[in-house]
Structure formats: C-alpha cells, structure tokens
C-alpha cells in the first residue's frame, strides 16, 4: 500500500533525511587511505546517535552496521569491518538511513578515495546522474515506470547497466514501503505519482553486466563479474511543484 503523507508527516520525514544527509557526509569526509570501514561505520552512528535519533539500517534484518559501506565490486550491503581498510583509488558506495519521531530518511553516495582511474570517476560521474535524471522524472501524474525508464536510458546509453535484483522504495514511518522504485522500466507504467508520496531513487549501476550475487554473509552484493559498481540515493518527496529532493545536507 502506497502512503500519502501529511504535511505534518512531510516535515518529520525532511528531518530524518537532513539528519540522514549529514551523516552521510561525515562518512565521506573520512574515506581516504588507511581508515577502516568499520571506523567510518563508528562516525556515522555517532553523528546519529548523538542528534537523538537512531541508525535506520542497525539491527535491520540484523545487518550489523550503522552503514552500508561497499567498495569497488560491492555493489551495496557491505558489512563494515575492521579488516577492510581502504587504499588509494578505491571507491566507497556508503549508504545511510536515520531514523527520529517514526519517520525514515535514507541515502547513499559513492565517494572516490584519494585519486581514483578516470574510468571509475566516469562511472561515478554516470551513477551520478542517473538519480538526477530519475528525479526529474519524477512528476506528479507520471508513473514509477517513468523514473526507471530516465534511469536507465541514461545508464545505458553509456554502455553500463542498470542492477535489476535490487530497487528503490516508498519511505517513511518503514524504511522500506510501496512502492518498489526499479531503476529500470517502461515509460507509462506502473504505479501512478501522487502529492505527498516520498521515495528513495538509488541507482545501482555496474561497469559491466547487471548480474550480482549475494555472497556467503548473505549481505555483501558484488558484481557476478568483479567490475565495480556505483551506488547514489536520495529520499524525495513527489510535491504539485515538481520532485523536491529531501536528503540534504547542512
Ligand atoms: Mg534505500
């Protein structure tokens, strides 16, 4: 069932994402070579922790972390860890979810770590602009098929590919609500956008094919072909006004 929030519930929701957005960008101002994505996880859930609210992603499902930190063919869902330290030219997919007065705000942001290969960059630089164009597309009166149609036309026209076993969602007093948001799909179709609908849009987006795998932690995704993969989402709101993106930091 898709939720209509109130204004009232809007502005909860704004506070969960503006909390959620700065944490996202404390972790990335710690990715450089030598941290630990176990440390950057203790940033985080600090930052969080210490704004009164509480990491929507820790104990989810049981996932251990505060944060989803992947790096290079992790596409999402790697486990912090003190044995995974990053180097030079890594990059680090991080996504975070906060939680305060019943409402979610969910995002993720792939972060180069120290000089990456122009290679990764354009793949970053894509991923990127993925979500913009999938926001965008995200107009009262189109439907979700609209936004992962933008996703995709723009992913794949730079010959990269759109993660098909994973997707967006509605958010709000769940992290994870109606409706799916796929990265890719038919213009026209799908569920209708309305006013007061908020949605995280995360491209997922592999420098190879579109296959992954789940490996034996039964969290980490990686690319089935070791190619790396970028990973950005924002929660928005569906407004008479156009999208209006809520994940924002200070
Ligand atoms: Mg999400």
Redesign the pocket.
Known sequence: MVVIKTSRELALIKEACRISANALKAAGEAVQPGISTLEIDTIVRKYIEKQGATPSFLGYGGFPGSACISVNNVVIHGIPSKKCILKEGDIVSV?V?AFIDGFHG???YTFPCGKISAQAQALLDATKESLYEGIKAAQAGNRIGDIGHAVQQYVEDRSYSVVRDFV??G?GAK??EDPAVPNYGTPGRGVRLLPGMTI?I?PMVNAGDYNVKVLDDEWTTVTADGSLAAHF?H?IAITPDGPKILTIAD
């Open positions: 996504d979810g969910d995002n993720a967006g969602h958010v992290l994870h995280a995360e989402e929660t």
